[in-house]
C-alpha cells in the first residue's frame, strides 16, 4: 500500500524559504492521483496549500499564493514544497498526502517546522 | 470561500454512548465534495467518510456521515475508547479547493 514520508529541515529562519520534499513508497506518483501539501499550526485546524499532479499544473491555496510552489520528481517519486518568505506564523506540523475522491485518503505522518531565527 | 463550521468545539461523552458532531456550511455543499476525519494527539489525520455518507477502507460501521445541502453530521453509534479524538469535516470547491473546519474534540466525560 502507499505510505508518505515527509522530510526536510525542522528550522527555517525568518524571512528564509521552506523547503520539504514527500518519498511516495509502496505505489508510483506517477497516477491519476494528485498529491497535496496540508499544514496545522501548533494547537489549530488543518490548512490546505496546495496540490500537484504528474502531468498538469499545481494549485495552490490563495492565501498562500506568490509563496509557494509545489514540484514533482517522478524520478524519484516524490513531490515537494517550497515556501518562501516565511515567518513565526509559518511554524506548523507540514503533512503530505494522496487526494482522492475530493478528499485525501493516505497521509504523511508530518514533519515540524518551526520559524525561528 | 465556502466557510466550514463545526459544533460542538468540545462534546464529552462516556464510552457506549451516542455521539453527533456537526458541520454547517455557509453556502450549498454537493453531498461528493464532504469528507470527514479523525486526527489524534500527534498523529496525521484519517480519513473516516467521504462522499458524504462514505465509510473508507477498514472504518467500523459505528461511524456514519449523513447530510446534504449545507448541514452535515457524523456520528458514532456507540462510543469506544478509541474513538475519542479530534474530528473535522472538509469541503472540496473552487478556491482554495480545500477547505477545513475548525475541528470538533471528542473528550472522555
Known amino acids: 500500500q502507499v505510505q508518505l514520508q515527509e522530510s526536510g529541515p525542522g528550522l527555517v529562519k525568518p524571512s528564509g524559504t521552506l523547503s520539504l520534499s514527500c518519498a511516495v513508497s509502496g505505489g508510483s506518483i506517477s497516477t491519476n492521483n494528485w498529491w497535496s501539501w496540508v499544514r496545522q499550526a501548533p494547537g489549530k485546524g488543518l490548512e490546505w496549500i496546495g496540490e500537484?499532479?504528474?502531468?498538469?499544473?499545481?494549485s495552490y491555496n490563495p492565501s498562500l499564493r506568490g509563496r509557494v510552489t509545489i514540484s514533482v520528481d517522478k524520478s524519484k517519486d516524490q513531490f515537494s514544497l517550497s515556501l518562501s518568505s516565511v515567518t513565526a506564523a509559518d511554524t506548523a506540523v507540514y503533512y503530505c498526502?494522496?487526494?482522492?475522491?475530493?478528499?485525501?485518503?493516505?497521509w504523511g505522518k508530518g514533519t515540524t517546522v518551526t520559524v525561528s531565527s | 470561500e465556502i466557510v466550514l463550521t463545526q459544533s460542538p468545539g468540545t462534546l464529552s461523552l462516556s464510552p457506549g454512548e451516542r455521539a453527533t458532531l456537526s458541520c454547517r456550511a455557509s453556502q450549498s455543499v454537493s453531498r461528493t465534495y464532504l469528507a470527514w476525519y479523525q486526527q489524534k494527539p500527534g498523529q496525521a489525520p484519517r480519513l473516516l467518510v467521504y462522499g458524504a455518507s462514505i465509510r473508507a477502507t477498514g472504518i467500523p460501521d459505528r461511524f456514519s456521515g449523513s447530510g446534504s445541502g449545507t448541514d452535515f453530521t457524523l456520528t458514532i453509534s456507540r462510543l469506544e475508547a478509541e474513538d475519542f479524538a479530534v474530528y473535522y469535516c472538509?469541503?472540496?470547491?473552487?478556491?482554495?479547493?480545500?477547505?477545513f473546519g475548525q475541528g470538533t474534540k471528542l473528550e472522555i466525560k
Open positions: 472538509q469541503q472540496y470547491a473552487t478556491s482554495p479547493l480545500y477547505t
Open positions: 500537484i499532479h504528474h502531468s498538469a499544473k499545481p
Open positions: 498526502a494522496r487526494n482522492a475522491i475530493y478528499c485525501m485518503d493516505v
